[in-house]
């Protein structure tokens, strides 16, 4: 096993542990707003952690630059769906 | 290892599947099969149908989960009264019977299939170099199955003329959908600002790439309707009212230009769709680029649903 394939499975492995944290976060916290803030901060990392341990194999840089892009489309996408769903949240149930 | 992934994945998806059609409420359900064609998605490219795969994402999954959350919405209202109503025993036990036989009759069709199953891929295969494309599914698609695709962009155009059908009379020839105002600081109109460049860029290369590579004018249509319908929920443009000559004519642009290659065909290559030897990938590149754009709007418009306000 080289040093790329060890870098490549301790990554992934990490992104799949923020994949399951922010599961059962999502399972778990009590309303929506806690549940919206479990799932984009562990699913943001998660991707950017598989990402980041893939790039070592893939072939070209133009490659690694479209899984970086398909992270920070994510990430972007992640951010503003949160906001949005949040608003309605507080819309459907405002804090006493 | 890739067997326990498989193996995992369909059960996921039968499991998902039936908790879709279980489920009582509509919303729920509609969520239920969005997560449907994701999962499909992952099988399709299990299967190495990428194309398949892009497909699904974007227009079984994507555009579908996207109408079906509007209808969702629009039976809000009505969804207490109609889960009120609960049918009699007979409808019930009718009901399953009709869908236990389909679901037998299916089955044993499937089963009944030869194995191995017919195919042509070894000719397609021994033929695709004539039309000059290199993913093999555009070629089918454009060369070896043109009739199909020509009508299929037709049906898309009809199913947007059957949403339009449903507007009401003071509103026809009007603008489609309600008027959207979202706050112009807010983040649905910074997303619809920064997004849609990168969405044009993405939308175009997908398309571009299907000559060769998995991708093409369906799936980047979606993405090019999906980023002018971001636009136009963040309050920044408007629909164009469907009365405008302007609209119509870049709606039935593409589909015209495929049947007037396929017409010429018929006499320069003795078929109508036949293209004239070394000529099929031009003219499969000029059906594209005259579909995309037309595509795109068609889509967009069945999303935006029936003109609801009149031109003024």
Redesign the interface.
Known sequence: MSLADLFTITAVSAGAVFFLAGTVGLLRFPDALTRLHALTKADNLGLGLVVLGLLPRVDGVLAGLKLVAIWL?AL?AGA?VS??IARAARRADPPA | MMEAFNVGLALLILALAVWTVVARDTFAAVVGFVAYGLLLTLVWVQLHGIDVALTEAALGSGLTGALLIGAAARLRKTEGAARAERPGVSTRVAAALAAGCVTAALAVAVLALPDPAPTLAPETAANIAATGVGNPITAVLLAFRAMDTLLEAIVVLFAMIGVWSLAPDRAWGGRPGPLHRADPDGILAYLARVLPPIGLVVGLYIFWIGADLPGGKFQGATILAAMWLLVVMAGLADTPPIGSARLRIALVAGPVVFIAIGAAGVATAGAFLAYPDGLAKPLIKVIEWALLPSLALTLALILAGAPERPAK
Do not use: G, I, Y
């Open positions: 489309l972007l503003v906001q949005l």
